[in-house]
């Protein structure tokens, strides 16, 4: 403990027995730090443990990966590590299983440390690089659960701002909205325009004043670029409780949004993906080589996230503005590095802990206007962030 306030002097720690820990607040995290081995009620802990728990705080567990017990029982005997005695024998499969009993859910599974023994560079490239490759990566010493309290719905219907990144889109402004859904609950739509030549500001303008009841706001993109810039102005711009991001080619349906704002109100999940890859598409709704792109990206993601992506590709996104900006708040850890604007928050909620839902929707084919995807050129961009979130994610 003394050792962890002077590493983050901006963090305030407590520390007690979890079987009798008490406190009248609520903390972001608590550690379990290779101690589940030495309980002989661990059910009963973690649920004594809630009461430490606000909605948005993480569990963080910490325990061994009982296929080093021989090696682990042997160094006993050697006298090469202090006697531990006998620990209860979990797995991540038991640990989990624990944790829903007691009223948590899991948000992902981490292993780390595949050579414990100190050898200047070869540690570090075998415990960072190696240790973290698929597979390989059962083999490691340490195994951690990050979890979080099971869904709580909030007690009020929060307030919605809808931003729609355009560029070129006149004709499908309109219908979309006309379509937009009532959430019981004050809403606002923030176009944003991309250096439109299509009429599509005047349009947001004409539309605007036909649905005063929609509550529309425009803004120019100015001087940045790309989808990315585009979402982040709305963001920031955005003045109410969740944002949603809804992409004005109308491919996904403007009515499901009701169906992302429902389960995130429910508390079922913090970020919540749009999935296209669930339902049937319409034939012109997706390429082939998008497809495999999308398949081959789905199972990267995955990986490097750790928790399940199906579409990672998928512009429908919806989240709290109080989480958004926690999320901007540790933005500089990867850069300004997203032209699209939908990694941006995923490797953000991944870094943060935050739950990660996928939602599905039909997909459908584009009914005005040109694709904006270049499937090869950002495609090379795709595996740059790859790259990216391997180096900041994985090899740490």
Known sequence: MTQARKNYPGLEFRHGFAETFRSEETFDYVVLANLVGYLDDVQGVLENLKALCGRSTRLVI???????????????????????????????????????????????RLRKTLFPYHIPFVSAFLNRVIGNLPWINRLCLSEYIVARPAARPVTQRPSVSIVVAAKDERGNIRELVRRVPSFNAPTEIIF?????????????????????????????????????????????????????????????????????????????????????????????????????GNKFFSMAFTYLLGQRLKDTLCGTKVLFKS????????????????????????????????????????????????IKIRRFRHGMLLLGMCALALRRLKFV
């Open 62 to 108: 910490h325990y061994y990966n009982y296929l080093w017990e021989p090696l682990l029982a042997l160094g006993d005997r050697l006298g090469l590590r202090m006697k531990q005695g006998k620990q209860n024998w979990l797995s991540l499969d038991d640990l989990e299983n624990l944790l829903h009993l007691a009223g948590f859910e899991t948000v992902k």
């Open 192 to 292: 944003v325009d991309g250096h439109s030549t299509d009429g599509t500001q005047e349009e947001v303008q004409r539309v605007a004043a036909e649905f005063p009841e929609k509550k529309i706001r425009l803004y120019d993109q100015g001087a940045t670029r790309g989808k990315g810039a585009a979402v982040r102005l709305g963001f920031d711009k955005a003045e109410h409780d969740v944002l949603m991001i809804l992409d004005a080619d109308i491919s996904v349906a403007p009515e499901d949004m009701t169906k992302f704002y429902d389960q995130l109100a429910a508390g079922r999940g913090e970020l919540i993906n749009g999935s296209r890859l669930v339902y049937p598409m319409e034939k012109e709704a997706m390429r082939f080589l998008n497809i495999l």
């Open 323 to 370: 989480d958004y900006e926690k999320i901007l708040a540790n933005r500089a850890y990867f850069g300004d590095f997203d032209p699209f604007g939908d990694f941006d928050l995923l490797f953000g909620a991944a870094k943060l802990n935050l739950k990660i839902l996928e939602l599905p929707v039909r997909y459908y084919e584009r009914r005005y206007g040109d």
